[in-house]
């Protein structure tokens, strides 16, 4: 036991002494930590049913849909890959220790906690839209982020457990793959029978996901139902689910020492999976970009001087893209705009576009990946590019910005025809959310340029988060004040795609100096 708190005592010293010998990143902890706390206490301190209060039954629903999302990728991913707690620096270091292979778990789950703060920070972000639609008791806050947090546990154990068993023979992989597939596709089906019989969405996830089956069927279910009870209360279901977690999780990590004791080669895998995931986003890239690549995409860099990276760019997009800028984002957007017309309450049948907006501008806040732009600072080619870092800058980011827009325009366009809106709003409406990502992308090079290419992505992932909000919020309110004096919904959509393009003109101009020299972007 000696040996495994020597390890962590000495991790977290290191952590501690690069923070301090960059004063910059400990200011961006501390803001980050005031900002935590003031959303943790807001969760518990906004009242709920603001907007409406609808049925708890609703809400269990959606609480198990979720997860069954979360776990279904999850492991299927963990099927092809394993999962793992650890980084190649644990390789390196613990594995190569005097230490029990469940110390090196114990020390896996202790490096899981950062993991979890991610998903924290990103369930206490959807309180307020939560109590804004549902009455909540004053524990739900609390009780949210339990099963977020037995969701971060359980999940690496299943695949791990999963992994060990498939990876001995190829015939395994594929039954479980085709088990968890068929799975899929007959709650999909269950769902659209039974949409097709009630003509609603929300009675149908009710029905599909909210039965009895739904809430006690194991992990699924187990974990639903102890996020369902923020609104429902302690029940049998919550109490059931705690304990299954509970059992699991201590199970899993019993079994899996006793079961393979060298269990090292199946989280080995998984381990320079998420170091390659790492990488590309430092890089720029997608996360799913390492896992699928076109070869077959023919093209060369063209243009000159700092057109070259805007060329270059766009050839990289196609290599990740199946259609030009169509991608996996583009499949969402299709699927959010189907969702939206389901779901979309009647009282805001009058501001449909300007509702959808705000919901995808907030959703690419937070899914955003890094932009190709930060690929750039690491090739020392780009400061010797004879043109001015503006010039840079913007063609490194044009790509960018063409994908948002035709995000935004195949959004925009279905949601058109869907709420029967006019042409106008639905223009100023993609030219919006183009500028809001413009926002994004900016705000993140400008914190790039203010803290460095600090060693924490999470730190950065939080600053530009922060960042972006408040600057946002004076947009916001004057958004309100244009709809409360006019109350025209493309006058609303206006004022907040004008601010977020003055936004992005001044973060442009403040942050086009990282291209200057390479001391302003390390």
Partial sequence: MNALLFVIR?????????????????????????????????????????????????????????????????????????????????????????LKPNQILLYGFINQLGGILILVFIALCQMPNLKNNFIMEPYGAAVLILAVVAYTLSYPLISMIIYSWTSV????????????????????????????????????????????????????????????????????????????????????????????????????????????????????????????TRKNVHGSVSGQGARALFSKSMLEQRKASSVLFFDRMSVSVVLTAIILKLVMPSETKDFSLLTVLCISVYMLLLIQSQARWAEELEKPFVFLIPASPYQKLFYATLADHLKNMLDGALLFILCGIFFREDAMSVVMSILSYTAFGAVFIYAEVLTRRIFGNIHSRRLMLFVKIIFSLVLLLPGIIAAAIVGALIGTQFMIIGALGAWAFILAVTLFIFSGAIFNNIEASS
């Fill in 10 to 98: 000495k991790n977290l010293k290191n952590i501690v002494k690069s923070t301090f010998r960059k004063p910059l990143a400990l200011i961006g902890y501390i803001i980050v930590i005031l900002f935590i706390i003031s959303i943790i206490v807001y969760s518990f301190a906004m009242p709920s049913g603001i907007v409406r209060a609808s049925s708890p039954e609703l809400f269990r629903g959606i609480m198990i849909l979720v997860f069954a999302f979360f776990y279904y990728t999850s492991l299927k991913l963990g099927i092809e890959k394993g999962s793992s707690y650890f980084r190649m620096a644990d390789v390196n270091l613990a594995f190569t220790a005097p």
């Fill in 169 to 292: 023979k190829k015939e395994r992989k594929v039954l479980v793959k085709r088990i968890f597939d068929g799975a899929a596709i007959l709650v999909a089906l269950i769902f659209v029978m039974d949409l097709a019989r009630t003509r609603n969405f929300s009675k149908s996830l009710i029905d599909v996901f909210g039965s009895p089956v739904a809430v006690y069927f194991p992990v699924i279910g187990w974990t639903g139902s102890i996020a369902s009870s923020a609104v429902e209360g302690f029940d049998t279901a919550f109490y059931v689910g705690t304990a299954g977690m509970l059992t699991l999780i201590t199970g899993l990590s019993m079994l899996l020492y006793n079961m393979n004791h060298d269990y090292y080669e199946d989280v080995l895998e998984a381990t320079e999976y998420a170091e390659q995931v790492i990488k590309a986003k430092r890089e720029g890239k997608n996360a799913y970009v390492i896992q699928k």
